[in-house]
């Protein structure tokens, strides 16, 4: 049995809470959160994220014990190096202006050690269009410059705050399938679940459209793993598009609708509310 984790207890822990993503991940969460922090239990054992990006649900919480995963080695390995060597991270991601010409110079550069690579890829982050990540066939970030309206990249407080969380004995980060860390919710654990979606095509073309980006084939293995850990007795928390399609994947789960301002459109006029929906499995 893991230790038990609340977020009032969180919140006495000596690290501050009050820290924030280091990257600008689409489909965060962050302004989310006050829609999903009252479906999550006060108190649970571990809190696990299979799709971890930003983090912002995990930065919220600050659990003690905790398994974050995801599928961008890069990213993982961002955060990884943030728990073992946050200023040396933030050294390197501030070490260049954000500008275009600094930005593709970064963008070209390859290798170096596990800080400068942190560095690189959280000034990348804040320099690309939308905050996405892409790379080619050859596997090289090839996400063109975003022109942002401000220079900040990154804030040496916060990088230190988000190492102390992560390198505690509780905290494991892993990057692969979403599969393997579902496949770890026990009895009493939280597992947040965040896979990649898009909101613009709810009503036309949705399974054509998101299947650029998570399949469908994905789409049904995922939910089949998120049922087996609410078999097991974990809480799981699902963020997904709110399609039919997709509530027909979870049967038996509540079904809240969130709402919030569409930001990925690059014209403002395309740019309104949108619907996405939080799927809650509980143990019977």
Same mark, same amino acid.
């Given at each position: ?64 014990? &905790?398994? /974050? ?91 230190? *705050? ?45 399974? $054509? ?12 293995? /995922? ?24 509530? &027909? ?11 919030? &301002? ?6 403002? $006029? ?6 996405? /929906?939080?799927?809650? *499995?509980?143990?019977?």
């Amino acid at each position: 049995m893991h230790a038990s984790n609340s977020r009032s207890l969180n919140s006495r822990s000596g690290v501050s809470t009050q820290v924030r993503p280091f990257v600008s991940w689409a489909g965060s969460k962050r302004r989310l959160l006050p829609q999903i922090l009252p479906h999550v239990p006060r108190q649970f054992n571990r809190y696990i994220e299979p799709f971890v990006g930003a983090g912002s649900l995990f930065l919220e919480l600050a659990p003690h014990v &905790a398994l /974050l995963n995801d599928a961008c080695i890069p990213l993982v390995q961002t955060w990884r190096t943030i728990g073992q060597n946050p200023v040396g991270v933030y050294k390197e991601a501030i070490r260049r202006p954000l500008e275009k010409t600094a930005y593709y110079a970064a963008r070209a550069e390859r290798g170096g050690s596990d800080f400068e690579q942190a560095g690189r890829f959280i000034y990348l982050n804040k320099g690309a269009f939308n905050g996405l990540y892409r790379v080619n066939l050859n596997g090289e970030f090839n996400v063109p410059w975003g022109a942002p309206r401000s220079g900040y990249i990154c804030d040496q407080e916060n990088l230190l *705050g988000i190492g102390r969380l992560i390198s505690r004995p509780g905290v494991q980060i892993t990057s692969g399938d979403f599969s393997d860390s579902l496949s770890c919710a026990a009895s009493g654990d939280v597992v947040f679940v965040d896979p990649p979606y898009v909101t613009s095509h709810n009503n036309n073309g949705f399974i $054509e459209y998101n299947e650029k980006i998570f399949s469908w084939e994905d789409q049904v293995r /995922l939910s089949v793993a998120v049922r087996e850990a609410v078999d097991r007795g974990a809480i799981v928390l699902v963020t997904n598009a709110y399609h039919e399609q997709i509530i &027909a994947l979870y049967p038996r789960f509540k079904q809240v609708i969130m709402e919030r &301002a569409s930001t990925l459109a690059a014209a403002k $006029e395309k740019r309104g509310r949108t619907s996405e /929906l939080l799927l809650i *499995g509980r143990p019977v």
